[in-house]
């Protein structure tokens, strides 16, 4: 069975300072891993996918992610944060049905 | 806007009464799915339809539970009976064969968010 495994519940970061979310995976294949944002009062929103192109992925707002495979680790980063970047990030892999298994998600605080 | 639309935003209810809310999915997303978000949790999947099927329901999904998607457009849930830990955001998702094919995405709606009382 696949799983994700959010390793901070809250993290907190001053503005202009690197971003680092933790994600690590568990999956009998190479998976199909995504972050998603989530803002207050609204929708998830896509932020990255990795699926097997390249081991860092680029997404939206200045994010990225490395696929590590030997450490089963799907990390999220941002060189430096932004006051509109505090939401909730979640770490989501896909099934071989297209169904989203998601972890616990981590609140990203910044700190003026 | 022609995304991913839930009503009602929230629902505050008394244990005991039926509660129904509403997705409408974008045109022509054959595929719709629902999932339920607890505070301090990810979403977890209740459901999802390919066009007016339900193809799939979690054990999450209680005989309480029933969603439909009549015509294959918009979907409701409909909870019965509802009881203090039903308490929780329902997203709805929708996409299609070809977008999951392609790139594996889907487009959420901002869910409703249910309190019982």
């Known amino acids: 069975a696949q799983s994700v495994t959010q390793l901070d519940s809250h993290v907190s970061v001053s503005e202009g300072t690197p971003v680092l979310l933790r994600c690590n995976y568990s999956?009998?294949?190479?998976?199909?891993l995504f972050w998603y944002v989530q803002h207050p009062n609204k929708g998830l929103q896509l932020l990255l996918k990795?699926?097997?192109?390249a081991t860092l992925v680029k997404g939206i707002n200045g994010f990225e992610a490395e696929f590590k495979k030997s450490e089963t680790s799907f990390h999220l980063t941002k060189p430096s944060a932004h006051m509109s970047d505090a939401a909730e990030y979640f770490c989501v892999v896909m099934d071989s049905n297209y169904q989203l298994i998601w972890g616990a998600g981590t609140k990203l605080i910044i700190k003026p | 806007d022609t995304g991913v639309s839930q009503n009602p935003r929230h629902k505050i209810t008394k244990r005991g009464q039926n509660v129904t809310f509403r997705c409408d999915p974008i045109?022509?997303?054959?595929?719709l799915y629902w999932y339920r978000q607890t505070l301090g949790q990810g979403p977890e999947f209740l459901t999802y339809?390919?066009?007016?099927?339900?193809?799939?329901k979690s054990r999450l999904l209680s005989d309480r539970f029933s969603a439909e998607r009549p015509k294959g457009s918009f979907s409701t849930l409909e909870i019965q009976r509802t009881e203090q830990g039903d308490s929780a955001m329902y997203l709805c998702?929708?996409?299609?064969?070809?977008?999951?094919?392609?790139?594996?995405?889907?487009?959420f709606g901002s869910g409703t968010q249910l309190s019982v009382l």
């Open positions: 999956s009998s294949y190479s998976p199909s």
């Open positions: 990795y699926t097997s192109a």
């Open positions: 339809f390919q066009n007016e099927a339900q193809l799939e």
């Open positions: 045109s022509e997303h054959n595929r």
């Open positions: 998702a929708s996409s299609s064969e070809t977008i999951l094919a392609t790139n594996e995405k889907l487009f």
